[in-house]
């Protein structure tokens, strides 16, 4: 691959194999990815883009107690000036800042529309205005005082923080969440007053393990509440290792109905879950009967939520029905945490909950020592100012007489009192005002004051001690402004164990109610309320007919065998009224479209099945062992090529009778078949074998039809006119397993079936 340098004369081109140029280019994008994009600094928690955001506002002046200027006017300062990106996704960034049902401790206070959490999106930028929180406030703290180092904007035109001093640990207290190049992130939010005693902890006790501070922050605390009810061993395990997932669950209350009735209120759902998403989600369970003790679903919600869970009955336990909800539905939730974070804004790396903290209060001691040094500037700077002034008021009458007499006083008043070249700029820009005796009593005592914080500030950068107890008081000013007794300071989020409720069945909660199935040729299958009469006409679409009709009640499970050798499993009270001409079982099982519907026939348990392909080979199976519990089915009867399954019959005698589709008659006892839950069987009778014109292998017959009886008391098969004829002496058609047999007896039924 060709590339032209800048470090290249011109006109010479350089050479390089391709996987180096790719590698090369493509490692360079990750780490952009990595660093500038997708994973939060350890120390204030905040990507580049939100970085950028809150300093833009700073920058205008848009502080949380004054006035709110228009989003767009926002975003576009921040793209213009420090983030040369898309202005919808800047926007983006700074509404979910300003959501508090996505951030704990919002940093933009917004004006308008920011979107809720149905998952509406925000108003257009020209329609909302923001202003900072007084946690972003928090998060600039002492941004003037040189905390922080600043950097060239994209441009250099500007300069802008690398990262921002931060009172609080944001990272935790608001989380994060991102995908990078090979590596990915997700925080959970917390409690400010937690982390803040955790870090106190942490600096009084450096070596604490991550058990103890827990103690401290016992989960996560979540700006939509719920209740965790993971065990706390999990919890642990993941603020130990900095991975972990988290069980989250919906807050609920039983409300009391007039005549016994009741309903079930959820007050709060899980965190980062659409409402609207939601009620569809549990709506749909409600359509497709899948909780059938659950009658319906209401959102009531106004500014908070309440949504409105109503159960068919009064009978039903409503703890048995929110655990079958938790299980089917996003009123249970589980969070992924992933710590990966940017330690000192340069090394990704999965950290425990003591390395994030320990980034923090490492970061504040780096933000306290440069705060002090400023100040020690700035102290010192005034000391020098102040001298000046004190011997221009011991020698004012010279000074004065300097000044009104010289044409260049400052070099002279530099020489004959030992002035500094700043000091002497600074006496000749007195006021006259400022030459009362009351001011050269202020400019002592000013002096002095300052003399004192000087030597204080040079202990505290001398001494390890006084640093940590700083940053221990700021902690505590911090933790007394964002803690739980401010108003958004409680926590939110409950922990808890789960419930310990034995699982219902499914038919348990199922009303028994009597129905009859009916499906067509076509595989459209309905069930009618009640049990209709077998012969009843029914309507079906044009070009299709009755095939299946059954009496089941709504606690039964039916069971379908497929020509692929798959038994699939339907219950049947979810199956649809028997109003229209139902549906497509295709629909709700994966049957593929190239296989037929063998057989369809209520679950007997205990019961088992004598299952055979058209190749004549077959075994039997216990009826429990086909039951399926997904929509995939069960594969049973292995078939492959031109073979498909086509037989399935319920075992009740000791012979099987077996007929071949060119009429041979074969009786052989049923204990010479085995007993399997899956495979392609055993011989069950002997076909010939033919070569056909394209040269495959094709059976000559083939199985047409198979039964079980008692040998005792022979066999039966219909004549037609609604005749039956048995015949009791068998002895002829008697043998083996896989044998060939011989013409049926007198009077079978010419197209070789059973009935």
Not at 257 to 283: C, D, F, H, N
Not at 474 to 500: C, H, I, M, V
Request: charged share 30%; net charge negative; proline share 5%.
């Amino acid at each position: 691959m060709a590339d032209q340098n800048d470090n290249t004369p011109k006109g010479l081109t350089v050479t390089e194999p391709l996987r180096r140029a790719i590698g090369e280019r493509y490692l360079q994008y990750a780490l952009s990815t990595i660093m500038h994009r997708a994973l939060p600094d350890a120390r204030d928690g905040l990507k580049p883009v939100h970085r950028r955001i809150l300093y833009a506002m700073r920058e205008l002046k848009l502080a949380s107690n004054g006035g709110f200027r228009k989003s767009a006017k926002i975003s576009g300062d921040v793209m213009g000036n420090y983030h040369p990106h898309g202005d919808q996704a800047i926007y983006d960034a700074l509404a979910r800042l300003a959501q508090d049902f996505n951030v704990r401790y919002p940093l933009v206070d917004g004006q308008g529309n920011f979107g809720n959490i149905d998952g509406d999106n925000p108003a257009a930028a020209r329609y909302t205005e923001a202003r900072m929180t007084e946690a972003a406030e928090a998060l600039l703290e002492g941004l003037a005082e040189d905390a922080v180092d600043f950097r060239d904007n994209y441009d250099g035109s500007l300069t802008e923080p690398v990262v921002l001093p931060a009172a609080f640990p944001n990272l935790l207290a608001n989380g994060s969440s991102g995908i990078a190049v090979g590596m990915a992130t997700n925080i959970p939010p917390h409690n400010i007053g937690e982390l803040c005693n955790a870090a106190l902890h942490l600096i009084k006790s450096p070596n604490a393990h991550d058990e103890t501070l827990m103690e401290h922050v016992p989960g996560p605390d979540f700006p939509t509440g719920g209740i965790i009810v993971e065990p706390r061993e999990n919890i642990l395990n993941a603020y130990r290792t900095g991975r972990g997932s988290i069980r989250l669950r919906a807050r609920w209350q039983v409300e009391e109905l007039p005549r016994g009735m009741w309903q079930i209120i959820v007050t709060e759902i899980p965190y980062q879950v659409q409402k609207s998403r939601l009620i569809e989600k549990i709506a749909e369970i409600i359509q497709l009967k899948k909780i059938p003790i659950l009658g319906d679903v209401r959102d009531e919600s106004a500014e908070d939520i309440r949504l409105v869970l109503e159960p068919r009955n009064k009978s039903v336990d409503p703890a048995v029905l929110m655990e079958a909800l938790f299980r089917q539905s996003d009123l249970e939730v589980r969070f992924a945490m992933n710590m990966n974070v940017l330690i000192d804004g340069l090394t990704p790396k999965v950290c425990s909950l003591k390395e994030v903290l320990r980034a923090f209060i490492d970061h504040r001691r780096d933000v306290l020592a440069r705060r002090s040094r400023h100040r020690l500037d700035k102290i010192d700077h005034r000391l020098e100012v102040l001298e000046g002034y004190i011997v221009a008021f011991l020698n004012l009458d010279r000074v004065i007489e300097i000044i009104r007499n010289e044409d260049a006083p400052k070099p002279l008043m530099m020489a004959e009192f030992d002035l500094t070249d700043m000091q002497a700029e600074a006496i000749l820009n007195m006021r006259l005002r400022s030459l009362r005796r009351l001011e050269e009593i202020e400019l002592k005592r000013e002096h002095e004051a300052l003399l004192i914080e000087r030597a204080a500030l040079e202990d505290l950068l001398a001494d390890e001690a006084l640093q940590w107890a700083r940053i221990a008081e700021q902690l505590r000013e911090t933790r007394k402004k964002f803690g739980a007794n401010s108003p958004n300071g409680a926590r939110r989020t409950d922990l808890t164990d789960a419930p310990q409720i034995e699982e219902v069945p499914l038919e348990a909660m199922i009303e028994r109610e009597p129905i009859t199935i009916v499906c067509s040729n076509m595989g459209w299958i309905r069930a009618m309320k009640g049990h209709i009469a077998l012969d009843t006409a029914l309507k079906f679409k044009d070009g299709d007919e009755g095939r299946f009709i059954l009496h089941a009640e709504t606690t039964d499970k039916l069971i379908l065998f497929g020509s692929n050798g798959r038994f699939y499993t339907l219950t049947a009270a979810s199956l649809p009224g028997g109003r229209g001409m139902g549906e497509p079982v295709r629909l709700m099982v994966d049957l593929p479209n190239e296989a037929e519907i063998v057989d369809l026939f209520l679950h007997v348990a205990g019961r088992k099945l004598l299952v055979a392909s058209s190749a004549g080979d077959g075994f039997i199976v216990a009826e429990d062992e086909v039951i399926a519990q997904t929509k995939n089915g069960r594969q049973v009867l292995n078939v492959k090529g031109k073979t498909i399954a086509k037989i399935c019959k319920p075992v009740t005698g000791d012979h099987v009778a077996i007929v071949s589709e060119n009429g041979k008659f074969l009786i052989f006892a049923l204990s010479e078949l085995p007993e399997m839950a899956r495979g392609k069987g055993v011989r069950l009778q002997k076909y010939k074998s033919a070569r056909s014109a394209q040269g495959t292998l094709d059976l000559d017959g083939g199985l047409s039809d198979l039964t079980t009886f008692d040998l005792a008391e022979g066999l039966s098969w219909p004549m037609g006119g609604g005749k039956t004829r048995r015949e009791s002496d068998l002895a002829d058609w008697l043998g083996k397993r896989a044998g060939v047999g011989k013409r049926p007896p007198y009077g079978f039924p010419r197209n070789n079936r059973f009935g």
